[in-house]
């Protein structure tokens, strides 16, 4: 059994790791395996994923850990003290349910949630505390604070666009990381990103309305994440950039998330919270 597993220290807080075959989920799994401050406590996969049955360790391809793979949610999340979740939008609905259940922390790095998804997590919340960003990378956060900064300082002749490109898997767009861009965006001008949104650009358009934040999003390859906020005016532009390389850095943010959260209560948080930004 690998060395790097904590199972002889059981006041650890336990994290469940949701998503495990995912490219974010076995990330995930490494990382708390080396992380000497968690337990890894549970592994899950979709129902009929191909693991199921397998130590997680082994079944990435090394040692074994002394965690087997399951699709059995509501075993698996009764004895953590924490889940850390990657997954859909349904998993991550489902999986909130049993962590208020548990009174665990709920890390969700999903993105693509929407209105309705958005207020069953508020219910759950009310249990216990959810940790839920777009983004759980150091870098982003603090991209997110600059716009809303450069924002507020600039008048409404410089126009807001935010571009993204990430890797060919990826299923939803504008990614969570624009999104977050772009309520700092509307924040710093006032506004919500409701308000100034402009949905995605095809065929005769128009002249860009006045103050309005626009998003174009590329897909291609095995891009990590990129992200550009452009302000744009009459003879200038200024480019705020945000290039992921490594998925370690949305890990370690969702780490550090899940023992910053041990000892908080119900509530919705995000990585400002957690930053003490
Ligand atoms: N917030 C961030 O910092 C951040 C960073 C990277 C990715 N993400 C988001 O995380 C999500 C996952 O990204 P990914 O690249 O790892 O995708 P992925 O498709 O590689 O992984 C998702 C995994 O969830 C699994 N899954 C689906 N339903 C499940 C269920 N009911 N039970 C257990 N497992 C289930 C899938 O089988 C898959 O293995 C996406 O929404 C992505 O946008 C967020
Ligand atoms: O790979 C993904 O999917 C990513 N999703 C997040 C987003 O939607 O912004 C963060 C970056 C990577």
Do not use: C
């Amino acid at each position: 059994m690998s060395d790097l597993q904590n199972t002889d220290q059981p006041q650890l807080p336990g994290v469940v790791v949701t998503g495990a075959s995912g490219r974010m989920g076995q990330m995930l799994v490494r990382l708390v395996l080396e992380n000497p401050e968690l337990r890894l406590v549970g592994a899950l996969v979709r129902p009929g994923h191909d693991w199921i049955g397998q130590d997680i360790g082994m079944a990435m391809g090394g040692a074994a850990v002394g965690v087997i793979v399951s699709d059995d949610a509501v075993t698996a999340i009764a004895q953590a003290q924490a889940v850390i979740d990657f997954t859909t939008p349904e998993a991550t609905l489902a999986f909130a349910e049993l962590t208020a259940q548990a009174r665990a922390v709920h890390v969700i790095g999903t993105t693509g949630l929407g209105p309705d998804h958005l207020a069953a997590l508020a219910a759950s919340a009310r249990h216990a505390p959810i940790i839920r960003a777009g983004n759980m990378s150091l870098g982003v956060n603090l991209l997110v604070g600059l716009t809303r900064k450069v924002a507020a300082a600039l008048g409404e002749d410089w126009d807001i666009e935010v571009v993204e490109a990430h890797h060919r898997h990826k299923v939803d767009a504008p990614s969570g990381t624009a999104l977050m861009l772009g309520e700092a965006a509307a924040e710093g001008r006032g506004a919500t990103l409701d308000d100034l949104r402009t949905p995605a650009r095809d065929g005769i358009t128009g002249p860009r309305a006045p103050g309005s934040i626009g998003f174009a999003a590329i897909r291609g390859g095995d891009v990590v994440g990129e992200h550009d906020v452009i302000f744009a005016t009459s003879g200038e532009r200024i480019v705020l950039r945000h290039l992921a390389t490594d998925r370690a850095i949305f890990a370690r943010g969702a780490i550090r998330a899940a023992i910053w959260g041990q000892d908080k209560g119900p509530g919705e948080y995000d990585m400002h919270d957690v930053l003490g930004l």
